[in-house]
T-cell receptor, first 114, second 110 residues
Framework: DTEVTQTPKHLVMGMTNKKSLKCEQH?????MYWYKQKAKKPPELMFV???????INESVPSRFSPECPNSSLLNLHLHALQPEDSALYLC?????????????FGPGTRLTVL | GENVEQHPSTLSVQEGDSAVIKCTYS??????FPWYKQELGKRPQLIID?????GEKKDQRIAVTLNKTAKHFSLHITETQPEDSAVYFC?????????FGTGTRLLVSP
C-alpha cells in the first residue's frame, strides 16, 4: 500500500461543532504531518509527529488538536473553529526524516466553517 | 531565515513547447529538493526530486537541475501536453521542516 488516505473528503461545520479529521498510512512511515492549504497558496505546515510523538507545532491555535494513536493513524480534532479556518487540510507521511525524506500527501479534507 | 523563492508565478505555453520553473533557496546546508504537481482539487504529488550529490536528474519529459553554488534549482518540462496543466511547487529543507515555494500555475494550450 503506497497511499495516504483521509476521511472525510468534505466537511461542513458550524463554529460551535466538534469534529475530527482522520488520516491513515500503511507504508511503515514514522513521520506524519498536518498541513493547511488555502486556495492558490502552498501547503502550510501545522503539526509534525515523529515516532508517534509531537515534534513540531507551528504555533497553531488550540482549537486544532492533533493526535497520533499509533504509527499508522493521525487525527486532527476541531473545536470552535472560525470561518477563516475554511481550507483544504492535507495529511502527509514520510519515512523518518522531516527534512530529507519524500513526503506523500493524502487527498485532503475540504473543510468549510459556517 | 527560511525562504524558497519560485518564479514565475504563472506560465502559459503552447502544447509541445518547453516550460522552465526556477526556485532559489537560502539554507546552504539543504540537500533534498522535491517538486510537486497539484492539479485542481487534488493532492500535491511528487513528480521528481534531486539530492545534492547530483547536478541533474531526468525522468522522461521531466528534468531537474541543481546549482548548489548559486543555491537554485529548476524544473524543466519538455514537449508539454495539456495534462501538464497544474500548479507546481518546489520545496527545500528549512531548519526543521520542508519549505515550499509559492507555486507556479502552468497552463498548456492545445
Amino acid at each position: 500500500d503506497t497511499e495516504v488516505t483521509q476521511t472525510p473528503k468534505h466537511l461542513v461545520m458550524g463554529m460551535t461543532n466538534k469534529k475530527s479529521l482522520k488520516c491513515e498510512q500503511h507504508m511503515g512511515h514514522r513521520a506524519m504531518y498536518w498541513y493547511k492549504q488555502k486556495a492558490k497558496k502552498p501547503p502550510e505546515l501545522m503539526f509534525v509527529y515523529s515516532y508517534e510523538k509531537l515534534s513540531i507545532n507551528e504555533s497553531v491555535p488550540s482549537r486544532f488538536s492533533p493526535e497520533c494513536p499509533n504509527s499508522s493513524l493521525l487525527n486532527l480534532h476541531l473545536h470552535a473553529l472560525q470561518p477563516e479556518d475554511s481550507a483544504l487540510y492535507l495529511c502527509a507521511s514520510s519515512k523518518v526524516g522531516v527534512r530529507t525524506d519524500t513526503q506523500y500527501f493524502g487527498p485532503g479534507t475540504r473543510l468549510t466553517v459556517l | 531565515g527560511e525562504n524558497v523563492e519560485q518564479h514565475p508565478s504563472t506560465l502559459s505555453v503552447q502544447e509541445g513547447d518547453s516550460a522552465v520553473i526556477k526556485c532559489t533557496y537560502s539554507d546552504s546546508a539543504s540537500n533534498y529538493f522535491p517538486w510537486y504537481k497539484q492539479e485542481l482539487g487534488k493532492r500535491p504529488q511528487l513528480i521528481i526530486d534531486i539530492r545534492s550529490n547530483v547536478g541533474e536528474k531526468k525522468d522522461q519529459r521531466i528534468a531537474v537541475t541543481l546549482n548548489k553554488t548559486a543555491k537554485h534549482f529548476s524544473l524543466h518540462i519538455t514537449e508539454t501536453q495539456p495534462e501538464d496543466s497544474a500548479v507546481y511547487f518546489c520545496a527545500a529543507p528549512g531548519t526543521q521542516k520542508l519549505v515550499f515555494g509559492t507555486g507556479t500555475r502552468l497552463l498548456v494550450s492545445p
